[in-house]
């Protein structure tokens, strides 16, 4: 197990799950995989990601699955699959984190007329939504992550654990 406080040193890959399966994925640290499905950035580090278990830095289904997974530091690297529902995952779909803005509060707005759907907005307090729809004088805005109701599923490869417990536990 990876107990609170240990840092997990894992290659991750996180697919939306649709109809009871697997789908391509939504995010890697592979960066082959991430060239070969299209969903490469360049601006963006392909390496391990470090998980500090009991942060809150990942989904919640994550630090569970790392916190059950049994890892003999002789027997590295770990690899366990596991699927994950909503609420452990990017939440669920939430109604009232979808609003209605007047076009001119909008001011992540391209040249008038020209808003469109997709189009990534912020607010005054750091807030990253997107834009659903577009009507003569508003625009809807869906504040939840893009993830949000969906299933996923996640492999995780746990190359390494790192650190003691924290003191407190």
């Known amino acids: 197990m990876v107990e609170l406080g240990q840092v997990a040193v894992c290659h991750y890959t996180g697919r939306i799950v649709a109809d009871g399966e697997a789908g391509e994925p939504f995010d890697t640290t592979d960066a082959d995989l991430a060239r070969e499905t299209g969903i490469y950035n360049d601006e ?8 500090r278990v009991g942060e809150g830095m990942v989904v919640p289904g994550v630090e569970r699955a790392l916190q ?8 590295l690297p770990v690899e366990t699959t596991f699927r994950l529902e909503p609420e452990e995952a990017f939440g669920e779909h939430e109604g009232e984190w979808v609003v209605e803005f007047p076009l001119e509060e909008i001011d992540d707005s391209p040249a008038e007329g020209s808003l469109e759907t997709e189009t990534q907005v912020h607010t005054d307090d750091g807030k990253t939504g997107w834009v659903t729809a577009v009507g003569d ?9 893009e993830l949000a109701g969906v299933p996923v599923e996640i492999e995780l490869e746990v190359l390494e654990v790192r650190g003691e417990r924290t003191a407190d536990e």
Do not use: G, K
Request: aromatic share 8%.
């Open 44 to 51: 963006r580090h392909y390496e391990p990601l470090e998980i």
């Open 68 to 75: 059950e997974l049994e890892v003999d530091p002789e027997e």
């Open 137 to 145: 004088d508003t625009a809807t805005v869906d504040f939840n992550h």
